[in-house]
């Protein structure tokens, strides 16, 4: 069932953000800075907005409802292709021509921060009605600029008329676990792969390192202030992630365009891991009820089950010249009303655990499980240098993958240029 109910002039009470008249100015604040209180009343003027992608599009549905609830603002929504807009940004940045609200990507909040553009969280916004590492994504340095929009996570997807044909009834919850259920695949139940997984290159840090986190590694050290890349725990990830395409489970030769819905639809590769966006993907490719032939379950555990938290947050930019009601827009999207109502626009999950108890998430039990690992998903360090230093683990995991280099080897490379490049810091 979805959500269709208008979203009211209620939804301002903002249970879980509500407004107080404390707060410390940003100007004066050290490093954990709290941003000045917003001011209480309906929010008033122009406040424009930057989103990426669909949520550009769909977001002037939803805000047509923030504006119905406060007669004397108005929305400018600009939507802003995602290929463009993290130049878009730092020259809108460097030119001081930002907009009052914008949608920024969880991995470039540290680069944001640290030109200085962003206006730090308002003290009276509550932190733990978010996810724990959503709401990390936010902070840079000990202070939080913005809130945790939307949410995704990834999950392990497993055709379950395979799993019983291979003789697994119930899904592995351990990393032998699932190696295990994967030759198993390939073994009894014909699949040409036991599990797709990427074979380095961009963005396969997203892979590898819910495996990372599983078995305790820690992506920073020094107290928070540099990286590192070559711990046990990293290697460990590392290790068993190579065994999969050394031992023939994983394709090193996959292709650089993913055909990952007609493979799984298939039963070519039964498994994969990915977000919650493949449920309507592999269902559409798979046709009427193939949603009854797969499942998710949460990554499997070495010290304990973790993911990569991923989605995007709403920020307000220092040079605003309608703050108050920038951020009241801000809180305003983070309603857990209006966070069930933009999930059933949008298909985004909520950031604000409460909203997963509207009848429009608790319905889908595959979405559940989505939620259950929320709470134990991660976020990579906000370092300002985090993008161009993944760059150089995604390479080195390629050289694993699909060469067999050595895993330690690679991770001293990584954490060479980690050291070379610095945090930005």
Not at 98 to 104: E, L, N, R, S
């Amino acid at each position: 069932m979805r959500r269709t109910s208008t979203i009211t002039v209620a939804g301002l009470a903002a249970a879980a953000l509500t407004l107080s008249a404390c707060g410390r100015d940003a100007a004066e604040s050290p490093a954990g800075e709290t941003g000045e209180a917003v001011a209480t009343g309906a929010a008033t003027g122009t406040i424009t907005v930057w989103a990426m992608g669909a949520e550009g599009e769909k977001l002037p549905e939803l805000a047509k409802e923030f504006e119905s609830a406060n007669p004397g603002a108005k929305v400018e929504v600009t939507a802003i292709p995602w290929d463009a807009a993290h130049d878009k940004f730092t020259t809108a940045i460097t030119a001081n021509k930002t907009p009052d609200v914008a949608m920024v990507g969880t991995t470039w909040m540290g680069e944001f921060a640290e030109l200085g553009a962003l206006d730090p969280t308002p003290g009276q916004i509550d932190k733990s009605v978010f996810f724990e590492g959503a709401q990390k994504t936010t902070e840079v340095d000990g202070t939080s600029y913005g809130i945790p929009w939307y949410v995704e996570t990834r999950l392990v997807y497993y055709r379950t008329d395979l799993a019983e044909k291979a003789g697994i009834t119930s899904p592995p919850t351990d990393w032998e676990g699932l190696k295990s259920m994967a030759k198993a695949m390939q073994e009894k139940a014909d699949a040409t792969w036991g599990i797709g997984l990427q074979a380095g290159g961009v963005g396969s840090w997203q892979s590898v390192m819910p495996f990372a986190w599983s078995a305790g590694a820690d992506l920073t050290k020094d107290d928070g202030k540099a990286y590192n890349f070559d711990s046990p725990e990293v290697l460990k990830a590392t290790q068993y992630y190579q065994s999969f395409f050394t031992e023939g489970i994983s394709d090193k030769a996959a292709p650089a365009t993913p055909t990952t819905e007609p493979d799984f639809v298939s039963g070519k590769v039964p498994m994969f891991i990915s977000g919650p966006w493949m449920m309507s993907a592999v269902e559409k490719a798979g046709g009427e009820g193939f949603k009854d032939k797969y499942d998710v379950m949460q990554i499997p555990a070495d010290q304990q089950s973790s993911s990569f938290v991923g989605g995007s947050n709403l920020v307000v930019f220092k040079n605003t010249k309608n703050r108050d009601s920038s951020w009241k827009f801000v809180q305003w999207l983070a309603d857990p009303k209006v966070q069930a109502k933009w999930y059933t626009l949008s298909t985004d999950l909520p950031s604000v655990k409460s909203a997963w108890q509207d009848p429009a998430l608790t319905a889908d039990t595959k979405l559940a499980v989505f939620g259950k690992q929320l709470e134990t998903a991660q976020a990579p360090p906000s370092f300002p240098t985090w993008e161009q230093v993944v760059t150089s683990f995604d390479t080195e995991m390629e050289k694993v993958t699909k060469t067999g280099a050595d895993p330690a080897a690679a991770l001293k490379t990584v954490q060479s240029q980690a050291d070379s490049i610095g945090t930005g810091g």
